[in-house]
Nanobody, 120 residues
């Protein structure tokens, strides 16, 4: 059974930090592209960050709105990805989703989402 379980969300003041985690199970984690997406009320879901691992090399890329503030990492030994979010802004308020995608197996899995609210 595939599971993606997000944790670490909550309420934070502008300028603050949060670290999201996504624990994965039920599939070959290292072979999947892992991503974080977010969706704010009334807006489309957008890509926040993506981490691709090829052997020991991990390549990450970020959405323009979070570059320089967010850092995504993945630990293939722990089947977990992280999203370190610094200098948070009110516009970062959204439900954040963990995603696992395999172009080889054509599988696409989603976590249940976790709320991040940035407000004073």
């Amino acid at each position: 059974q595939v599971q993606l379980v997000e944790s670490g969300g909550g309420l934070v003041q502008p300028g603050g930090s949060l670290r999201l985690s996504c624990a994965a199970s039920g599939f070959t984690f290292s072979r999947y592209v892992m991503s974080w997406y977010r969706q704010a009320p009334g807006k489309e879901r957008e890509l926040v960050a993506r981490a691709i691992s090829v052997g020991d090399i991990i390549t990450t890329n970020y959405g323009d709105s979070v570059k320089g503030r967010f850092t995504m990492s993945r630990d293939n030994a722990k089947n977990t990805v992280y999203l370190q979010m610094n200098n948070l802004k009110p516009e970062d308020t959204a439900v954040y989703y963990c995603n696992a995608y395999s172009p080889i197996f054509t599988k696409d899995y989603w976590g249940q989402g976790i709320q991040v609210t940035v407000s004073s």
